[in-house]
């Protein structure tokens, strides 16, 4: 072979690599041909490849917008909330303000409340009042001993009890209680109350121990004509009698 021939061969050699396994070229025109087909199938090749790179670059600008706006949209949330945050941090300041300023007040009231059923239970637990309606003083020392904001039932009790000891202090009333007699003795009787002052039953006066919750008979008893009026009272059918009292 010439060496024009062999210098002609060499393309063929290189190009090798590039396709798989060409038939050997018949000739110059066979050679040249297999080179334009391997051009070719190589700008095809590199065709597509940018094509491909192209889209996913297409593709990653588009992912990247996505991005940059939901970080954008992100961040105004964000803003917003931050706002939002720092307008409830002033309305909850603005409002414990205003609960400490009511608290001061409430709890200056619940304090009266407190030292009013204190007195008030003192007085019922001293009352003849008491021996017609038990259970007083008790309903007012919960109310005393009670923690925190008493419920507005216990201060309406409280009202409704002073407004009851009121009442009844002006009031002339017969009902039935347990007396202790002069011999030591318990009995039911009818008694006769007037006012928070006197209490007697069957012409006798009678006296009302705190410390026991119970009426009993004085052992020295009134003059007879003290006595006498003790008994018109308790029979008396008229709106009006005459009575003794021990202010």
């Known amino acids: 072979m010439s060496a024009r021939a062999s210098l002609l061969l ?89 609960l400490r300023e009511r608290s001061g007040g409430l709890e200056e009231l619940i304090g009266v409340a407190r ?18 309606i038990a259970g007083r003083a008790e309903a007012m020392d919960r109310l005393v001993q009670s923690k925190g904001m008493p419920p507005i039932d216990a201060l309406e009790d409280l009202w409704f009890a002073l407004q009851q000891e009121m009442t009844e202090s002006g009031k002339v009333v017969t009902y039935d209680a347990n007396v202790i007699e002069g011999d030591g003795s318990e009995q039911q009787r009818r008694v006769t109350r007037i006012g928070t002052f006197n209490a007697v039953t069957g012409g006798r006066f009678l006296q009302y121990s705190a410390e026991t919750g119970q009426l009993q008979e004085l052992a020295r008893q009134p003059a007879s004509r003290y006595q006498r009026l003790a008994a018109d009272l308790e029979s008396a059918s008229g709106s009006t009698a005459p009575m003794v009292i021990d202010p």
């Open 10 to 98: 060499l393309p063929l050699v290189c190009f090798g690599a590039l396709a798989a396994e060409p038939a050997p070229p018949g000739s110059l025109d066979e050679l040249l041909g297999q080179v334009r087909a391997i051009r070719s199938e190589q700008a095809k090749q590199d065709r597509e490849r940018e094509r491909r790179f192209l889209a996913e670059e297409g593709l990653q600008r588009q992912r990247l917008q996505e991005v940059r706006a939901a970080l954008e949209a992100e961040r105004r949330r964000g803003a917003d909330l931050q706002k939002a945050f720092e307008n409830n941090k002033r309305r909850r300041t603005e409002a414990e303000s205003r």
């Open 115 to 132: 030292q009013v059923a204190g007195e008030a239970k003192a007085i019922f637990e001293d009352s003849l009042i008491s021996t017609q």
